[in-house]
T-cell receptor, first 113, second 113 residues
Framework: DAGVIQSPRHEVTEMGQEVTLRCKPI?????LFWYRQTMMRGLELLIY????????DSGMPEDRFSAKMPNASFSTLKIQPSEPRDSAVYFC???????????FGSGTRLTVV | GQQVMQIPQYQHVQEGEDFTTYCNSS?????IQWYKQRPGGHPVFLIQ?????EVKKQKRLTFQFGEAKKNSSLHITATQTTDVGTYFC?????????????FGTGTRLKVLA
C-alpha cells in the first residue's frame, strides 16, 4: 500500500490565486481528514469526511476554503482566493475500520506570496 | 473550548538520558493517541490507549493513560538520536458527538550526541 498520497508536495502561489490540494486516502479507509499545521497554531483540523460525506467543517477558516470528496479515493481542498496567512503545511489523513490511529500523507507545503 | 496541552514545549537531552512528555486535557477523553513527527516529516501514529490507567510499552517507549482519563504521558528510556522529533498526543473527548481528535501542542525533543 502506498499510503496516503498528497499532491503537490510544494506549492508557491501569488496572493489572490486559486490553490487546489489533492489527496488519495488508503484504499478501504472510510474517514478522511484535512489538517493545517503552522508554528503558531499547531495541528488544526479543518474538515473531515466519513464515507465521502462531510461530517464536520467547523475548522474551515472561512468561505475561501472548500473541500470535496467526490469518491472514496479522492479529495480536494481548495483555497480561493489565497492569502499570505494561508501559508502552512496541509496534511491529509485517513483512518480505517480498525479504528487505530490516522495515517497521514506527506503534506503539501503552501507558500502564498 | 476543549484543549489538550503538552509540557514541556521543548526538551533537549543528552543521548542516553530519559525523556518524558505530559499531555493534559481540559475534558475527559474516551481514548488518546500518540504520534511522532520527524523534522520536515508528517505525524506517524505510535499507539492508542483506551482504558483508565492503561500502560503500554514499545521497546524503550512507555505510554500511560491517567486514571481519570484526562492526562497521559510518554516516557522514553535512554534516548537515541533517532528519537529526535515532535511528539503529539491526540485526545477524543467523551462528550464529542463527532469523530474528531484534538491534537496537543506537541513536545519537540532534541537529542544531543
Amino acid at each position: 500500500d502506498a499510503g496516503v498520497i498528497q499532491s503537490p508536495r510544494h506549492e508557491v502561489t501569488e496572493m489572490g490565486q486559486e490553490v487546489t490540494l489533492r489527496c488519495k486516502p488508503i484504499s478501504g479507509h472510510d474517514y478522511l481528514f484535512w489538517y493545517r499545521q503552522t508554528m503558531m497554531r499547531g495541528l488544526e483540523l479543518l474538515i473531515y469526511f466519513n464515507n465521502n460525506v462531510p461530517i464536520d467543517d467547523s475548522g474551515m477558516p472561512e468561505d475561501r476554503f472548500s473541500a470535496k470528496m467526490p469518491n472514496a479515493s479522492f479529495s480536494t481542498l481548495k483555497i480561493q482566493p489565497s492569502e499570505p496567512r494561508d501559508s502552512a503545511v496541509y496534511f491529509c489523513a485517513s483512518r480505517g475500520p480498525s479504528r487505530d490511529g490516522y495515517t497521514f500523507g506527506s503534506g503539501t507545503r503552501l507558500t502564498v506570496v | 473550548g476543549q484543549q489538550v496541552m503538552q509540557i514541556p514545549q521543548y526538551q533537549h537531552v543528552q543521548e542516553g538520558e530519559d525523556f518524558t512528555t505530559y499531555c493534559n486535557s481540559s475534558t475527559t477523553l474516551s481514548n488518546i493517541q500518540w504520534y511522532k513527527q520527524r523534522p520536515g516529516g508528517h505525524p506517524v501514529f505510535l499507539i492508542q490507549l483506551v482504558k483508565s490507567g492503561e500502560v503500554k510499552k514499545q521497546k524503550r517507549l512507555t505510554f500511560q493513560f491517567g486514571e481519570a482519563k484526562k492526562n497521559s504521558s510518554l516516557h522514553i528510556t535512554a534516548t537515541q538520536t533517532t528519537d529526535v522529533g515532535t511528539y503529539f498526543c491526540a485526545g477524543h473527548p467523551t462528550t464529542s458527538g463527532t469523530y474528531k481528535y484534538i491534537f496537543g501542542t506537541g513536545t519537540r525533543l532534541k537529542v544531543l550526541a
